[in-house]
């Protein structure tokens, strides 16, 4: 069962009255009046009053029923219905709360369906600017676009803070399996942001063109706003994708770079050692015309030159950095 959350009719940038489901088409109806309702979750009996009173078109009314899976704008003669997605980040987890838009001459519906941010503070940012809100529908309209435009700027800087530190964490050590798999998770994230933002750019666009009695022309520069800053949305969510892609770039990098070091050190190591290999496998071969053998000071001799040749390889690898 759908909740109305709100309903009140206005007039002139003031609220005259709170009113209830049945009496929004009476109010709608007079002069210089215009509806504003506010449901969560309505079913198909309540959608079905509303299009008795409001006159909806059957496919808007259907189009609401159905499940979406971006944002999107239809007109149906002087009404219009949108389809709008507020983003939402629980423990780690990204979703998209989808909300729905009936506008027409007279009266502005949303209906929520989900448990984003409740849209009483846009109602409330209205009625506090009463010469804005005389504009009426279109004023409201706008309101609410910029209010889920605006939601996506705490998920995107929260995302950011994280591939931030998760940078710092792959400068200052290993990359891990779960760094990898955090930062694919973003990625995927940043994505899924992308594909919900993007289709906006063209709403905002039509909303600028739309030849609606409701829409004057004069709040056609909010609308440009609203574009404005989903073009500068975009761009953050394509820029925040590029660094985590980086991230793991230089995270590989760096794992490559201090893997080469270790190598290096262990062939340093294995040169240093194979010298005195060398000697003694010489030395062990048992030939009878082998001087040394019988010379008193042979052992000595050969000690002496095991450790001068093991100190020149060891000052040479540590000249050329590798130890």
């Known amino acids: 069962m759908g909740r109305v959350v709100a309903a009140a009719v206005y007039a002139k940038g003031k609220k005259v009255a709170d009113i209830s489901l049945d009496e929004g088409a009476a109010w709608a109806a007079k002069p210089e009046h215009f509806v504003w309702i506010g449901l969560q979750q ?3 009996d309540e ?5 008795r009173q409001f006159n909806l078109h059957d496919l808007a009314i259907s189009d609401a029923l159905a499940q979406h899976r971006r944002p999107k704008l239809e007109t149906f003669g002087d009404a219009l219905f949108m389809v709008l997605y507020a983003p939402l980040r ?13 506008a027409g001459t007279g009266y502005i519906i949303s209906a929520r369906y989900g448990d984003s941010s409740p849209y009483s503070h846009v109602r409330q940012s209205c009625e506090a600017k009463p010469l804005l809100l005389a504009n009426g529908e279109d004023f409201v309209l706008y309101a609410l676009l910029n209010f889920v435009v605006e939601t996506y700027r705490p998920v995107t800087e929260l995302i950011h803070s994280e591939i931030d530190e998760l940078e710092q964490s792959v400068l200052g050590q290993s990359l891990s399996q779960g760094d990898i798999e955090r930062i694919h998770g973003l990625r995927r994230d940043l994505l899924r942001l992308h594909r919900h933002v993007a289709p906006l750019v063209e709403i905002c666009q039509e909303l600028q063109s739309l030849s609606f009695p409701f829409i004057d022309k004069h709040m056609r520069p909010y609308f440009r706003d609203v574009a404005i800053h989903v073009n500068r949305l975009l761009e953050d969510l394509t820029a925040l994708r590029d660094i985590a892609s980086q991230t793991i770039e230089i995270g590989l990098l760096l794992e490559s770079s201090r893997q080469s070091v270790v190598q290096r050190k262990f062939a340093a190591w294995a040169a240093i050692l194979a010298f005195p290999t060398a000697v003694a496998g010489i030395y062990g071969m048992n030939f009878q015309n082998m001087p040394e053998l019988t010379w008193h000071y042979g052992y000595f001799g050969v000690l002496g030159l095991i450790g001068v040749g093991c100190c020149t390889l060891f000052a040479n690898f540590k000249r050329l950095g590798w130890l």
Do not use: A, C, R, Y
Request: glycine content about 10%; proline content about 5%; hydrophobic content about 40%.
């Open 90 to 102: 629980v423990d780690g987890k990204l979703e998209f709360i989808e909300t729905h838009i009936f």
């Open 42 to 44: 309505p079913n198909s």
């Open 47 to 51: 959608l079905g009053s509303l299009q």
